[in-house]
């Protein structure tokens, strides 16, 4: 996987130059100089039966009106977010009308639906929410002033959403940042392992999931293993990489490091030293087995997805699979245009999948420009009346192609991606990091999104290819 990720670097560095700069870190290729690397390296088993790994998010509240484009994500899955302290606002008054509309509304549409469990603010904890968002008024979470009532309230929800199918329960969200968790690494830990007993008592096929912690967290962790490594320039490198769409949006907080005294200087800092600390807590829940499943999220420039990719798996046990349940773009002050926008959702998405991650989940399916953040363009699938964006047309052909496929990373010359190979037929996104790389003959070039300049050959933007049996002959006799 390191290889595999260090390749992903050189791809994601020539497609998105244009946005975020010339990267500063590209981390080194094992493949020795020279060497002949094969097409298809590794083969990923990706969900098989009908189901698929690509998924999205949305407002359920607008549902009916989107639904007909969610129906072509079908196989894929979603996730909600059941709040406590909203289900049962006095003690003992449960209402569970709009889980169980969700619910239905999932099953309608052939989506899988995953739970996150928070507790929020209110007489469970004994607290008020300091940090009030939106208008279903959530807050952060923290400990519940009593364990039993926790973990009767989380039976019930598994014991009714269980027989509804549900199989994947996440505990708490992006507690890494103070406006979603008010507690301590250690209260969470104890919090996962409450709940993750108490769901496996009830539900042995069910799947525990960790928090998932904010995109913004990642780069600490692989700045800091990298001067833990003795690499204090790489380490540099990479956090400028990371951080690149972000600099500027956070005051003091996330800044350019010109050296390793001022990237230790920034790790140094308050919400630094937290990312820190629930990135060593989501560690230990993987390693002692508390949860099955590490969630990950990822908003950055493409550039940075090696990085990720690199450092989660560095610090994920063989055994436990790796879901992206935040996928998205962030890009504040500027709008990445729709070649821009296609570019980098295909090479996030491709990546994602050829190393491996079970499940990729795209976030927004609808962007909001009346919420919170208006000044922080998002690459939505689906435009504000809910028509279909060519970004959501390069998605849903995307989950097609990959539902009940086998994934492979694409290594052949210049080109990267990813094949998808189901019922003797195999698919390819890819692009080129340097010179056009010709398929073989025979085959067909879908340049990405529809629409735009047809081309023989692959050049510097993604394109989809067809008329293969396996991945090997989309190159077979290639020039």
């Known amino acids: 996987m390191r290889w595999l990720a260090a390749a992903g670097a050189i791809v994601v560095a020539t497609l998105t130059g244009c946005t975020g700069g010339t990267p500063d870190y590209v981390p080194p290729s094992t493949v020795p100089s020279g060497a002949s690397v094969p097409p298809t390296p590794v083969v990923v088993p ?15 509240g607008r549902f009916d009106a989107f639904e ?34 969700i619910a239905s509304r999932a099953e309608r549409a052939g989506v899988e639906l995953m739970l996150k469990v ?16 939106g208008n279903k008024a959530k807050t952060e979470s923290s400990m519940p002033r009593s364990e039993l009532e926790y973990t009767d309230f989380v039976t019930e929800a598994v014991r009714r959403y269980s027989a509804r199918g549900v199989r994947v329960w996440a505990v708490e969200n992006e507690v890494n940042s103070p406006t979603f968790w008010a507690g301590t690494a250690a209260q969470y830990e104890r919090l996962v392992a409450t709940a993750a007993r108490t769901v496996r008592s009830l539900d042995p096929e069910a799947v525990v999931v960790d928090a998932g912690l904010s995109s913004t967290s990642y780069g600490v962790g692989i700045a800091q293993r990298l001067i833990d490594d003795g690499d204090e320039d ?20 996330l800044i350019r490091a010109a050296g390793v005294d ?25 390693d002692q087995g508390v949860v099955d499943v590490r969630q990950v999220h990822f908003y950055e420039d493409a550039s940075a997805a090696d990085l990720l990719t690199d450092y989660v798996r560095e610090t994920t046990p063989a055994n436990v699979p790796v879901e992206l349940w935040e996928v998205g773009s962030f890009v ?12 980098d959702l295909v090479v996030k998405v491709s990546l994602f999948l050829a190393a491996g991650m079970r499940k990729v989940i795209w976030l927004p ?5 009346d919420g919170r953040n208006a000044d922080e363009p998002r690459s939505g699938l689906l435009a504000a009346d809910a028509s279909v964006r060519p970004l959501g047309e390069v998605y849903a052909r995307f989950a ?9 990373p694409v290594i052949q010359g210049d080109v990267r991606g990813v094949a998808l190979t189901k019922e003797g037929k195999s698919v390819a996104y890819v692009w080129s990091t340097g010179d056009p790389v010709q398929p073989a003959p025979g085959m067909r070039v879908e340049p990405l999104p529809p629409g735009s300049p047809a081309t023989e050959v692959v050049g510097n933007k993604p394109v989809r290819v067809t008329g293969a049996s396996t991945p090997d002959e989309l190159w077979k006799d290639s020039p």
């Open 46 to 60: 990706t969900p098989g039966d009908g189901e698929g790994p690509v998924g999205a998010k949305w407002d359920w």
């Open 68 to 101: 007909p484009y969610v129906r072509q994500l079908s196989g894929g899955a979603t996730f909600y977010e059941l709040v406590w302290c909203q289900v049962e606002k006095t003690p003992g008054d449960r209402n569970w009308a709009i889980l169980d509309r």
């Open 118 to 133: 928070r507790v929020g603010q209110c007489w469970a904890t004994g607290q008020e929410g300091e940090f009030v968002r």
């Open 234 to 253: 790489a380490a540099v490198g990479a956090w400028n990489t990371y951080y690149s769409r972000r600099f500027g949006t956070r005051g003091d907080e």
């Open 262 to 286: 001022e990237l230790r200087a920034a790790l140094a800092g308050e919400q630094q030293r937290r990312n820190a600390d629930y990135l060593a807590a989501t560690i230990r829940l993987l």
């Open 332 to 343: 504040r002050g500027a709008e990445l245009s729709q070649e821009e926008q296609v570019t």
């Open 365 to 369: 399916l609808i962007p909001n420009p």
């Open 400 to 408: 097609a192609d990959a539902r009940a496929a086998r994934a492979a």
